[in-house]
């Protein structure tokens, strides 16, 4: 059996996480429309010097604009192998505007076998989650199964809306199989 190249991985890891990371987000005044007519200058904006327009615009800025302000969370889990291909399992979470508004979770296992960077193998969501009565306040990935190395076991710290104890539940994910949602067994 392949594996996957370790460090090519690590280098994914890291660069999803980079980009992800709350760490790196910043308070920013409210933008105001531009007007009528005219397009906005992030180098006036910033005070950085005003790039020449023949460069090409950077793809990693437009990726990260493209995300919906929907999107609050984005995370890369861990890794996928099966067979020859392997890659790594990145979660989504998506919450709509609203007093009543629930969380909306989705997995995407993204292929790193390729030699042109990642691609989108597929996209699930778990539905149970817009059905809790609470707050996910975070969640961890187990470490990856050595017996079946393309699935995905997740752990979730949910506050109910009624305590302030927060509840374990877990989640196990494979590709093609009904997935398994509910409190965590201990």
Known sequence: MLRPNRSKIAGIVAASVLLASPVFAQDAATPTAPEAGTMPNAAAETGAPAAASSEAPNP?????????????????????SEGDEHGVWRTVMVQPAGDDARPHFFIQQLDASGHDGLSLRSTAEITEIAELDGQIVGYRADDPNEVEPNSLSLFFEVVPSDGEISETYELHFAPGQPYIFGPASN
């Open 60 to 80: 990693f800025t437009a990726a990260v604009e493209a995300l919906s302000p929907l999107v609050q969370d984005v995370q890369v889990v861990g890794p996928w």
